[in-house]
Structures are given as structure tokens and as C-alpha cells.
């Protein structure tokens, strides 16, 4: 069965640049959530999204900002990185009512 | 507020014995319950979840969870460990129609040969 995509997979910044992250959804699900994972930490929602329209909102810093396109893939854009961001970072999808798929995750490291 | 809690930080256990993970939650409505599991470095794979029906509930690998509303508690639970679940299991409340996930702290599981 077809799984969330999530790419890069390892992505690499130095301080104060940005970031973009993709996340592609499991076929035909309609809303996407995204988390960050800290070291040794439990996943921290940030923002979600449903029909292309933000749906919920958590402790995304205002440096970030995310989208969610006609196709139902989504983008995390992450601008003035810190190392405070160095982090897993999840997309999952979900039929709305349903269970969240999470992916692989995007591990980015801010030097 | 709503809350998760894994008392248990890191537990180990030998391979071939039972296992029971604990998970408490804060809810202020019926709760949808979830148990994913993450091995170093990867995503969060879902091992079972509960939205209302039967209070036990089967999952993948052998896993079972059973909820409790009196105790507000979800715990998980395995008759026999395998070596290969080692890994950290994270307890969640939310999702479905009740929005965002939240997870407990997470617990480390180790296996002995």
C-alpha cells in the first residue's frame, strides 16, 4: 500500500537560512498534519491542514510557515534557521475523520 | 488540559517475557486512543488504536491495548517480546475528527536475550 513520502530525507543548513520540506500524501487522503520531533523528545504538532485550507495551528514559530497544494501535497518552509531547529520532522495524513499515516520524517540538521 | 502521560521511561525486559507499557490520559471528551511504535532514526509506525466499541483492541505484531475509562488508561501489552521490539513506543490521544495528535514522552523498550 501506498505510504507518505516525505522528501529530503536528510537535509543539511546552516544558520539563518531556509528550508523547505515536502510532504506527499497517501492517495486520495484530504488532510495533512505536520510534527516536529526534538532529541530524545515526543513529537510536537505544529499545523494541519484539510482541503487546502489551514485547519489547526500549534507551536509552529512565525519563521515557519506551510501550504497545501491542489494535489494535496504540502511544504514546510522554514526561513532564519537556529540550531534550536535541528529536529525529525513528520508530515502524516489522514482521511479527515480518520487515522494519521505518519512518513519517514525529514531529519534537518542547522550548523 | 489535555495530556499523556508514559510513566515509564525505559523498561527492559527478556526476550520471550510478557510486556505491559502504561499510558494515562487527560481527555475532556470520549478519547480516540493510538499506540505507534519508532525504531531509531524512523517514523512512527501505528500499532493499534481505539475510537469507541470493544475496550480491547488488537494490533499489529502481536500487540493488544485494552481501554479503561474508570482508570483513564490505555496500556499496551505483548504475551511474548521479540528482540525486534526494541524500540520506543509512544502513547496518543486526538486525531480522527478530534484533530492533532498528542503524544506522551514516549517509552524506551529494551530486550534481553
Known amino acids: 500500500a501506498a505510504g507518505v513520502i516525505q522528501s529530503p530525507r536528510h537535509l543539511i543548513k546552516e544558520k539563518r537560512e531556509t528550508a523547505t520540506l515536502k510532504c506527499y500524501p497517501i492517495?486520495?487522503?484530504?488532510?495533512v498534519y505536520w510534527y516536529q520531533q526534538g532529541p530524545g523528545q515526543d513529537p510536537q504538532f505544529l499545523i494541519s491542514?484539510?482541503?487546502?485550507?489551514?485547519?489547526d495551528k500549534g507551536s509552529i514559530p512565525d519563521r515557519f510557515s506551510a501550504q497545501q497544494f491542489s494535489d494535496y501535497h504540502s511544504e514546510l518552509n522554514m526561513s532564519s534557521l537556529e540550531l534550536g531547529d535541528s529536529a525529525l520532522y513528520f508530515c502524516?495524513?489522514?482521511?479527515?475523520?480518520?487515522?494519521?499515516?505518519f512518513g519517514p520524517g525529514t531529519r534537518l540538521t542547522v550548523l | 488540559a489535555q495530556s499523556v502521560t508514559q510513566p515509564d521511561i525505559h523498561i527492559t525486559v527478556s526476550e520471550g517475557a510478557s510486556l505491559e507499557l502504561r499510558c494515562n490520559y487527560s481527555?475532556?471528551?470520549?478519547?480516540?486512543l493510538f499506540w505507534y511504535v519508532q525504531s531509531p532514526g524512523q517514523g512512527l509506525q501505528l500499532l493499534l488504536k481505539?475510537?469507541?466499541?470493544?475496550?480491547l483492541v488488537q494490533g499489529i505484531k502481536g500487540f493488544e491495548a485494552e481501554f479503561k475509562r474508570s482508570q483513564s488508561s490505555f496500556n499496551l501489552r505483548k504475551p511474548s517480546v521479540h528482540w525486534s521490539d526494541a524500540a520506543e513506543y509512544f502513547c496518543?490521544?486526538?486525531?480522527?475528527?478530534?484533530?492533532?495528535?498528542?503524544f506522551g514522552k514516549g517509552t524506551k523498550l529494551s530486550v534481553k536475550p
Open positions: 491542514f484539510y482541503e487546502k485550507m489551514q485547519s
Open positions: 481505539y475510537f469507541s466499541g470493544d475496550t
Open positions: 481527555y475532556g471528551a470520549t478519547p480516540y
Open positions: 492517495p486520495r487522503h484530504d488532510t
Open positions: 496518543a490521544v486526538g486525531g480522527g475528527s478530534q484533530g492533532n495528535l498528542i
Open positions: 502524516a495524513s489522514s482521511s479527515f475523520t480518520d487515522t494519521q499515516y
